[in-house]
């Protein structure tokens, strides 16, 4: 309820400015221009103007991905919540669409998810075309600021367009609120065997599972969660799906992912999981510890693709990159923030543990322009990389694997991005504490929010001496995957002049560059699909 507040306090501040306007949507559209601004990401989704958070209704269909979100057109802080619509081929260059749901009389339109309807099991196809449906919370805002608890249901609506254009099920809501006032962001998926649409819900500090053979009609099938795994805040964003476990042939999990908000281990939003068994009715957890699917500050409302082809396979997610804490005051421009790359997720197990690992998809890689080999060396201080690469530095990845000396190994080793003004962004290991970092105490603004600055931390202690790390480093933001993507964290960071150096560091002793390509990457704006 915390959020809902806060939110509230800044939807009452912004409609005294915007009540008058009717919202139409991205207007632009020369994207090249449009989305060369200070801080715009350009290898990652953000709006072409207005507030965005949450990814909404994400779905593959007819070759294409559907990135629907948490949008409010008219201001840079949220408001009453649309969703934005964006479509891409290949994961990485989107299209922006007009805005496919806007508010109505029953509230704002909270986040959810879509699915195929293949079977036609809510009669909303027609001629043998499957219709597109979203899932999605109303939230009535009128019945929050009355002071009323019964706040939150659930409704529908359908496309038979590929997504372009949406009717709401005239009988919305589908599932109405019992009551509680935190009862939001179904994500819903076809389950084979128990034959019905499985939703999951975030009621507070727990999610229900709700059963439907239509969409329409819905009933609750089993809560999960009150008392387990970390609670420092209100659940939100749940999604469940199944996964292979890497390298054992038969072995499959159930995910379920709960993002909650504040509480997260540096802070503020994050998204845990759990792992376990889920027999079409009710989930049981395997997880004995709180697991976090990523440890940087600036990675929320994490979900998952529906409908991607079993010739396929992949469980792909995108999160919102940014942190409750301070979203609606970092200093970009006609916009506020970006998407996460789209990951794909695997499940692995080690020392009888579960663990997700994630990666940027692959499809990542037709935006690398120029590749630079960086030969085996040691590095005892510093190793400047900067002067083989033209300006601007960002975007670029980059692929580095360290190994520790057995004598005289450094305690502290990494990246650091810099710029003429003194300011710098640390990526890096401390070998002593067994943690991976980013810090961004120096990074150029910050000012803005008291929790903004600050050194964040991924524990994992090392069992050997190889270190691994895959960076995706845009204008504003970085994305760390380190020891094969058992590691991620995610940050964003505003320098007051774009980051123009780059070197490798290492205190106290030595590590060993085994091995480093660098990629310059290209804007996904620049030749729009
Ligand atoms: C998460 C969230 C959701 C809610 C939406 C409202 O960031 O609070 O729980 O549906 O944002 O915009």
Redesign the pocket.
């Known amino acids: 309820m915390k959020?809902i507040s806060f939110?509230l306090l800044i939807f009452i501040s912004t409609t005294l400015f915007f009540s008058s306007c009717k919202s139409t949507g991205p207007k632009t559209t020369d994207t090249a221009v449009q989305y060369a601004e200070q801080y715009r990401s350009q290898v990652h989704f953000s709006p072409p103007s207005g507030w965005m958070?949450?990814p909404n209704g994400m779905v593959f269909f007819e070759g294409e991905y559907h990135l629907f979100y948490?949008y409010y057109p008219d201001s840079t802080v949220?408001g009453p919540?649309h969703w934005g619509h964006s479509i891409s081929t290949d994961l990485m260059h989107w299209k922006n669409l007009p805005i496919a749901l806007y508010p109505d009389s029953l509230g704002f339109i909270?986040?959810g998810s879509a699915v195929v309807d293949i079977n036609n099991t809510s009669g909303f196809g027609k001629e043998g075309k499957p219709a597109m449906v979203a899932i999605f919370?109303l939230h009535d805002m009128k019945g929050q600021k009355a002071g009323k608890k019964d706040i939150e249901s659930e409704g529908i609506a359908y496309s038979l367009d590929k997504g372009r254009t949406w009717t709401k099920y005239e009988k919305n809501p589908v599932l109405k609120s019992p009551g509680t006032p935190d009862f939001?962001?179904p994500k819903v998926s076809w389950n084979a065997e128990a034959k019905k649409w499985i939703m999951t819900l975030?009621v507070g500090d727990h999610v229900c599972f709700f059963s439907s053979l239509n969409l329409k009609e819905w009933s609750l099938e089993s809560e999960f969660g009150k008392g387990i795994g970390a609670h420092g805040g209100v659940w939100?964003?749940p999604d469940l799906f199944q996964l292979p476990v890497t390298g054992k042939p038969d072995q499959k999990k159930w995910v379920l992912i709960v993002?909650i908000?504040p509480g997260g281990p540096n802070g503020g939003s994050a998204t845990q999981y759990f792992v376990g068994e889920f027999d079409g009715h009710k989930f049981t957890n395997e997880s004995t510890d709180i697991q976090w699917a990523d440890q940087g500050k600036d990675n929320?409302?994490t979900v998952t693709f529906s409908n991607i082809p079993e010739s396929d396979g992949r469980r792909i997610s995108i999160g919102?990159m940014s942190n409750?804490q301070y979203a609606q005051v970092v200093p970009t421009g006609v916009w506020r923030s970006a998407m996460t790359l789209p990951r794909e997720l695997k499940l692995i197990s080690e020392n009888n543990k579960y663990m997700l690992v994630s990666e940027p998809v692959k499809e990542l890689q037709v935006l690398r322009e120029r590749k630079t080999e960086l030969k085996s060396v040691v590095i005892k201080d510093k190793l400047e990389l900067d002067h083989q690469f033209s300006q601007p530095l960002l975007p670029i990845e980059l692929d580095l694997k360290f190994t520790l000396p057995a004598t005289e190994a450094s305690s502290d080793f990494g990246l650091e991005l810099y710029n003429s003004k003194g300011e710098n962004l640390l990526i890096g290991y401390y070998k002593t504490k067994g943690e991976f970092y980013i810090n961004r105490t120096n990074a150029g603004n910050s000012d803005f929010s008291k929790d903004f600055n600050g050194i964040h931390i991924s524990p994992l202690a090392i069992n050997g001496t190889s270190v691994d790390m895959h960076l995706i480093i845009d204008a504003a933001s970085v994305e760390l995957f380190a020891m094969n993507g058992k590691i991620a964290m995610t940050e964003v960071f505003f320098p007051t002049e774009g980051f123009s150096g780059i070197r490798l560091y290492s205190k106290n002793g030595n590590v060993q560059l085994d091995s480093g390509s660098i990629y310059k990457l290209n804007s996904i704006w620049k030749e729009s699909k």
């Open positions: 959020t939110l958070n949450d948490q949220w919540m909270f986040s919370t939001r962001d975030a939100e964003c993002n908000n929320y409302a919102w409750w």
